[in-house]
DNA sequence: CTACCGATTGACT
DNA sequence: GTCAATCGGTAGA
């Protein structure tokens, strides 16, 4: 029996979220509840910088919300908007407030949860788009701040599919930010039919 | 306490 | 393509 990928090490999450954003499309979202596994490739995936980007949460100081992302990388932190929830893995030492946003996967196990939970049967509308993702996933606040690092309940691996090549791979502003409009933080597998957001940003 | 607003989604023209 | 629902978090009185 095929020995289980272990999750990404602290290491990977603490460097600039930029690279990190760019180096987890194409790695493996796993989440383990009591009653299931759900999988999914990384498609999409948005910086928030810790410096020069008003479109961080954590660009106006420490509040009670984006506390996790303060923290140790290798952290979720959870966030609620528009009464949904969104998924993002901090980066940078602790005390560097950046996180990466992960925005679509596309769904590898456990499809039939998925749309159990997102109550809809089209691959395309399980996890593409942030919100969506946290619903098929069974992710809200309850994981802010959870350790990715340890296996447990919610975590990221390399399961060993070769990295997406940098021609393949996309960049664009964030989508609906309206803040730092033009900074070029999104990355995403191009022309992937579960890839979030506009046409024009996609190709 | 009230007022405002958003890293969204789904329904609709 | 457009648009409104929706509510927790934050700022300000």
Redesign the pocket.
Known sequence: MKRQPRPLPREFYDRHPAGVARELLGKVLVRKTAADVLRGRILEA?A?LAADDP????S??R????AS?FGPPGHA?V??????F?F?VVTEPEGVAS?V?I?AVEPLAGLQQMQNR?Q?QHVR?LAS?????C?AFDID?RLDGWDLTLGRQLWIVDDGAPPPLDESVGRSS??????AEHLPLRFYIRSHALV?G???LRA
Not at 63 to 66: E, G, I, W
Not at 174 to 179: H, L, S
Request: hydrophobic share 25%.
């Open positions: 948005e928030y479109a961080c949460h954590a106006r100081g509040t009670r919300k984006n992302m932190y966030y609620p908007i528009h009464s949904r969104c993002n996180a946003l925005r997102r809809r509308d788009g942030p919100a969506r993702l619903e606040r964030r989508i609906g930010v309206t803040a979030s506009p046409r024009r």
